[in-house]
């Protein structure tokens, strides 16, 4: 069930892009303009990548389809909300991480599971067999999956120096998502979720005490403002979604599917070796501005996999349709 006020705020949205699609442009207008709403900031590394999706769209189509990247939520759609809105046609087209959508799709949370992926290698295993599922349910949901790709390896960043467990307990701690806030919830700390644009208010106004993300998202943040330690606790993955409504998509003719499923094809190998240099890129970066990183200690590595062991189970008794997925991933990559 939608919620009606939601859907009317949606309906807004939907009104101020198609004011802003038909505003008259100095070149040949395309055949097919689409606004896309990302989440991330205009230098995160996915934000300049759909930048370049759209570049090549609308370079192998003659100009025909035309993607306008809109960064930062700045059509007015929040992380958690972007497939329901491109499911309800507020905007053609989103970029979303899975796992914050699992309000809707519970199985887009299967990688955020603690622990269950160690490195790019397990996670494309994964995909493998979690992907056709995701696309045919998000069908489902009216959208069509055109790329996906992770971000880098995840971290606590925190105020003060973190050894054990000890030293997280009463730490009011950014989460994402259900997954998240229980595994933060089991190693003492309080769970705060929230998306990424509220995370600098809630550093700035005192009521976040650390953050769990990925480098790329720190750097982008200026964490070093607010925060001192970075610990690479490599607890969880994450991968962003780019979809199209699927009203939309079939408005096009054949060739321009093809030409477009193509373009996504060549990149995303791409695009997942950007994510790839991403995470010792932007350690760098954090060291320069004065944060300490390190790895995470061992005693805290064992305590957060020992607090966390039994949340596969827990996950799979709470969407049985993520067992078989989940037994041939452990098949597939021997642990």
Do not use: C
Not at 4 to 17: K, V
Not at 199 to 210: F, R
Not at 250 to 268: G, S, W
């Amino acid at each position: 069930m939608h919620h009606p006020t939601l859907r009317r705020g949606f309906a807004a949205i939907a009104a101020a892009a198609a004011f802003t699609l038909f505003q008259p442009v100095a070149s040949r207008a395309a055949d097919v303009q689409w606004d896309v709403s990302l989440p991330w900031g205009p230098t995160e590394f996915h934000s300049t990548n759909a930048q370049t999706f759209a570049e090549e769209v609308k370079a192998v189509t003659g100009g025909a389809v035309e993607m306008t990247i809109h960064t930062g939520g700045a059509l007015g759609i929040k992380a958690n909300e972007s497939l329901r809105a491109v499911e309800d046609g507020a905007v053609p087209m989103a970029e979303y991480a899975a796992f914050q959508n699992v309000g809707e799709i519970p199985l887009l949370g299967v990688e955020s599971i603690p622990f269950l992926i160690s490195d790019y290698s397990d996670l494309a295993a994964l995909m493998k067999i979690v992907r056709p599922v995701w696309e045919a349910e998000l069908q489902k949901r009216g959208q069509k999956v055109l790329y996906v790709v992770p971000w880098p390896s995840q971290n606590f960043f925190t105020k003060t120096p973190v050894a054990t467990l000890d030293d997280l307990k009463g730490v009011r701690m950014r989460t994402y998502d259900r997954v998240t806030a229980d595994m933060v919830t089991r190693l003492g700390m309080v769970a705060l979720q929230m998306n990424n644009p509220d995370i600098v208010p809630a550093l700035a106004s005192g009521k976040l005490d650390a953050v769990m993300t990925s480098g790329t998202t720190a750097v982008a943040q200026k964490y070093w403002e607010f925060l001192k330690h970075a610990y690479n606790t490599n607890h969880m993955w994450a991968s962003n979604l780019m979809v199209v409504n699927l009203d939309e998509w079939n408005r096009l003719d054949p060739k321009q599917q093809k030409m477009i499923e193509a373009t996504a094809h060549k990149l995303e190998p791409r695009f997942w070796e950007i994510s790839k240099a991403e995470h010792a890129k932007r350690m760098d970066e954090l060291r320069a501005n004065g944060m300490t990183v390190e790895p995470a200690s061992d005693a805290l590595k064992t305590a957060m996999r020992q607090a966390t062991a039994s949340m596969e189970g827990e996950f799979v008794k709470a969407n049985p349709a993520a067992a078989p997925l989940l037994d041939a991933y452990h098949k597939a990559v021997g642990h």
